[in-house]
């Protein structure tokens, strides 16, 4: 049973960085796209971005500038980490497992979600 | 602003059958499958129906799906109390780089 758990600080000051990890708990990390997805309050789904299982990354187009996804595969980790955040990052952010070939077709399995407030 | 647009909200009483559209265009729906995902209140995303129309395990054939050509939809047949959750299509975008990118969301309520 592939489980993913999301930690990290629920308060971030504006224009710091918003750092969280993800542990995996899954036999393999291949062959996936390890994903972030967040949530607004009361609002809906936005893809910020994957690491492939093989390394390559690709990121929401408009967050790119701010946005780092990094997997540690001999932790089975996964990290996120956004700069100079602003109260509209504020969100419940999830990890997931992405399935597909050449993209991710679909995300399978999610973590509970973290919530994270930016402001001073 | 999402690119997928579905009504925010459907309704229908227990046992009736509700019907969820998601209109996109051709650099998402019209070239890649769709999925679709169950929000329960207060938790998580769970999906509920990938490749158009498959149900992973566990996944009651209450819920079916469909696509044609650059539009989806979700059928809820039998309704349930249980049903009340908010759903999500989603699928990949081949434009600006490609991204993933979910639909806006409709919010299930049963009377």
């Known amino acids: 049973q592939v489980q993913l758990q999301e930690s990290g600080p629920g308060l971030v000051k504006p224009s710091e960085t918003l750092s969280l990890t993800c542990n995996v708990s899954?036999?393999?990390?291949?062959?996936?796209?390890w994903s972030w997805v967040r949530q607004p309050p009361g609002k809906g789904l936005e893809w910020i971005g994957y690491?492939?299982?093989?390394?390559?990354?690709k990121y929401n187009f408009s967050l790119k500038s701010r946005v780092t996804i990094s997997m540690d595969k001999s932790q089975r980790q996964l990290s996120l980490k956004l700069t100079s955040v602003a109260a509209a990052d504020t969100a419940v952010y999830y990890c997931?497992?992405?399935?597909?070939?050449?993209?991710?077709?679909?995300?399978?399995?999610w973590g509970q979600g973290t919530m994270v407030t930016v402001s001073s | 602003q999402s690119v997928l647009t579905q009504p925010p909200s459907a309704s229908g009483t227990p046992g009736q059958t509700v019907t969820i559209s998601c209109s996109g265009s051709?650099?998402?729906?019209?070239?890649?499958?769709v999925s679709w995902f169950q929000q329960l209140p207060g938790t998580a995303p769970t999906l509920l129906i990938y490749?158009?129309?498959q149900r992973p395990s566990g996944v009651p054939d209450r819920f079916s799906a469909s696509k044609s050509g650059t539009s989806a939809s979700l059928a809820i047949s039998g309704l349930q109390s249980e049903d009340e959750a908010d759903y999500f299509c989603a699928t990949w975008d081949d434009s600006l780089n490609g991204f993933y990118v979910f639909g806006t969301g409709t919010k299930v309520t049963v009377l």
């Open positions: 899954a036999r393999s990390i291949n062959p996936y796209y």
């Open positions: 997931a497992r992405g399935v597909g070939t050449l993209v991710p077709t679909t995300y399978d399995i």
């Open positions: 690491v492939y299982y093989r390394g390559s990354t």
């Open positions: 051709n650099s998402n729906i019209g070239d890649n499958t």
């Open positions: 490749s158009d129309n």
